[in-house]
């Protein structure tokens, strides 16, 4: 496990692709996607 974690820190790749990932997850609206889902399912 300490091996991954290393290879992921020291790998450009690897965290450019988890930035790109963690930027694509923040513009998300989660919350409010559940929220629209539990309405929708209590109204039908």
């Known amino acids: 496990m300490v091996n991954g ?3 992921a820190i020291a790998d450009s790749t690897i965290r ?3 930035a790109q990932f963690g930027e694509t997850i923040r513009a998300e609206d989660g919350m409010g996607e559940a929220a629209k889902i539990i309405r929708d399912l209590h109204l039908t």
């Open 16 to 18: 450019q692709r988890a």
């Open 5 to 7: 974690i290393q290879k």
